[in-house]
């Protein structure tokens, strides 16, 4: 049983849109991270949190905003998405001994 | 800060063929060093990990040896399959980070 899920796996929005994607984890980690990735860019962090109502800003925050409701749930939160924000988003949690484990990830669409 | 750089993609074998994707990092803490793999259409996932300086890691063939003294951690395997095809990401954690650093990642086309 996948212990990393996302939704929705697939979301298209126009621009100006509002958007939330979800993010949980069932292997009681405590931290949990959300990433970008495109082409030439590889992984990039946007935000991540060690905990239920903490967050922390990553390498590329601009037009994100996030927010984890308990030890398990993690959202990433566009509220007014443009074409730049088009991309495949990656949520993962960490273990004690730094090993991070990947969701199977969001590909947005802003049209 | 913390970094890592590493072989550009894409990488192109024929099947059984050697590889090597080069991995150089920078940090002033004493990081943990890993690779990860991600195959087509699928989140990234770890192939091994090496926490202290000088010592070898390797899973499914694959093996890097973490070299302080270099700040290098080239990913290598001896024969290659067309199963192998994937991004590989060096990627590092310093001993005070709560975070990974990634490098841009390797893409590796494996042809029969």
């Known amino acids: 049983e996948a212990a990393v899920t996302q939704s929705p796996r697939n979301k298209v929005t126009v621009t100006g849109g509002n958007v939330t994607l979800s993010c949980r984890q069932t292997?009681?980690?405590?931290?949990m991270y959300w990433y970008r990735q495109d082409t030439g860019h590889g992984l990039r962090l946007i935000h991540y949190?060690?905990?239920?109502?903490?967050?922390q800003i990553g390498d590329v925050p601009d037009g994100y905003k996030a927010t984890r409701t308990t030890q398990e749930d993690f959202f990433l939160l566009l509220e007014l998405a443009s074409p730049s924000q088009t991309s495949l988003y990656f949520c993962?949690?960490?273990?004690?001994?730094?090993?991070?484990?990947f969701g199977p990830g969001t590909r947005l669409t802003v049209l | 800060g913390d970094s890592v750089t590493q072989t550009e993609g894409p990488v192109t074998l024929s099947e059984g063929t050697s590889l090597t994707v080069n991995c150089s990092y920078e940090?002033?803490?004493?990081?943990?060093l890993f690779w990860y793999v991600q195959y087509p259409g699928e989140g990234p996932q770890l192939l091994f990990k090496?926490?202290?300086?000088?010592e070898k890691g390797s899973n499914r063939g694959f093996e890097a040896t973490y070299n302080k003294e270099a700040t290098s951690f080239h990913l290598q395997k001896a024969s290659v399959q067309e199963s192998d095809s994937a991004v590989y990401y060096c990627?590092?954690?310093?001993?005070?980070?709560?975070?990974?650093?990634f490098g841009d990642g390797t893409q590796l086309v494996v042809k029969p």
């Open positions: 993962a949690s960490r273990d004690r001994v730094r090993e991070q484990y």
């Open positions: 292997n009681s980690h405590n931290y």
């Open positions: 949190s060690y905990g239920a109502g903490n967050l």
């Open positions: 940090t002033k803490q004493y990081p943990t």
């Open positions: 090496v926490p202290k300086a000088n």
């Open positions: 990627a590092l954690s310093g001993d005070s980070n709560n975070r990974i650093f």
